[in-house]
Each structure stands twice: as C-alpha cells, then as structure tokens.
C-alpha cells in the first residue's frame, strides 16, 4: 500500500523557477522523508522533517509538514537543469521501522 | 569507498526461472531493505531485515525470497511463482542510529 500520494505527477519548469510538490498521507507518522531519483538510479536520502516540525531548509530545499492536514510540501527554490528527477515522499512509522513510498513527482527543469 | 553496491546492473530471464539478485553494503548497518520500483510509480516494499538471521515480509512479498545470512548481504530470489517479475529492483540499507535509508543503483531485470 502506497501512504504517501504526491502531487503533481509531473511538472515542467524553466530554469530559476521554483518547483513545488505535495505529498498528503493517511495515517499517523513519526517522521517524513524526501527522497531524489535520477532516471534509472537509486534513490537518494534529501531531507527528514520529524512530526514534530513544522518547516525545515537545506541548502535550495524547504519542506513543511502539517500533521493536522497530513501533508508535506518540498519547494525547490532556483531550479537548476541538474534538478531534473523524480521526487518521493516516503512516511515512517515507528512500528516496524520501514518507510511507505508515494508515487512521486517527476520534475523537468528546461535550460 | 564505503556504499551499497546491487549486481548485475541488468538481468534477462526466461519465464520459468528462478534468479537471485544480489545486495552487499560496507556500511556496518543492521537493517537492510529490498524494493520493487515499476515505471512510472514509487517503491513497494518486498521483504526486509533488521538483523542477521531475521527477515520479515513487505507488501509484496508473495513469489520472492530473502536470507540474511551475514551483515553485509542481503540476497533477493525471484522465484518462478512471481507471475511479473519484469521491474526495477532497489536494496537499501539503515544504520541504527537514523531513520534514513542509503539506496543501491537498482537491478532492472527482464523476463523474456
């Protein structure tokens, strides 16, 4: 079972745009995590915002979390080419200490 | 270089077949995971093992099996019963201290 829906599926922006995507889930969690793929790699670890936080940054990356909507948002801030990918939400719960992946968000950044 | 490393990189099959797929991470970490990824869609948990010598199954555990018979290895069969086995296959692995997950470059395997 996917928990974690993201929203959109895809999304075609220019470079120096911002990029905005939303994941939205259904049971409680202990933390969310954004997770990055290029085309045909591994996925790879960008930000954990615990239930108890409400936004946090990295570096062109913001996340906020509503727990009482249940939902994230990740905001890339001045998209670069190289920011090309898809994007994952993944929830988890401390029971069983496993993460349930969304569908994720495939971002095109065009030069 | 310390990382998590999936072999081979493509796999071809022919229906009928049982092939294994194989994890290996130098990261000293207990927990270690196996994902199928089919295109277009986000990742399904097949099994997983928070310990040597421990596994519990995913959600789509049915036609696969696991062993965790040292640390650093975590191999995953596709057996014949797996009626579509064509996807991409993600290892991962956790260290004790974190929530994250540190992933391999995947398994594309393909049943011909």
């Known amino acids: 079972s996917q928990q974690g829906e993201e929203d959109p599926q895809a999304l075609s922006i220019q470079e120096g745009e911002n990029a905005t995507m939303n994941c939205s889930y259904k049971?409680?969690?202990?933390?969310l995590q954004w997770y990055r793929q290029n085309s045909g790699r591994g996925l790879v670890h960008l930000i954990l915002?615990?239930?108890?936080?409400r936004e946090k940054h990295s570096g062109r990356l913001r996340v906020t979390l509503d727990t009482s909507k249940k939902s994230s948002s990740l905001l890339i801030t001045a998209s670069r080419a190289a920011d090309t990918a898809s994007y994952f939400c993944?929830?988890?719960?401390?029971?069983?200490?496993?993460?349930?992946f969304g569908g994720g968000t495939r971002v095109l950044v065009k030069p | 270089d310390g990382g998590i490393t999936q072999s081979p990189k493509y796999l071809f099959r022919k229906e009928g077949q049982n092939v294994t797929l194989s994890c290996e991470q130098n990261?000293?970490?207990?927990?270690m995971y196996w994902y199928r990824q089919d295109p277009g869609q986000g990742l399904r948990l097949i099994y997983y093992?928070?310990?040597?010598?421990?596994?519990q199954k995913g959600d789509i555990a049915e036609g696969y099996s696991v062993s965790r018979e040292k640390k650093e290895s975590f191999p995953l069969t596709v057996t014949s019963a797996q009626k579509n086995p064509t996807a991409f296959y993600l290892c991962?692995?956790?260290?004790?201290?974190?929530?994250?997950?540190?992933f391999g470059p995947g398994t594309r395997l393909t049943v011909l």
């Open positions: 991962a692995s956790r260290g004790a201290a974190t929530d994250t997950q540190y």
């Open positions: 049971t409680s969690i202990n933390n």
């Open positions: 915002i615990r239930s108890n936080e």
């Open positions: 993944a929830t988890h719960k401390a029971a069983g200490n496993k993460l349930t």
């Open positions: 990261l000293n970490h207990d927990a």
């Open positions: 093992s928070q310990i040597v010598n421990d596994f």
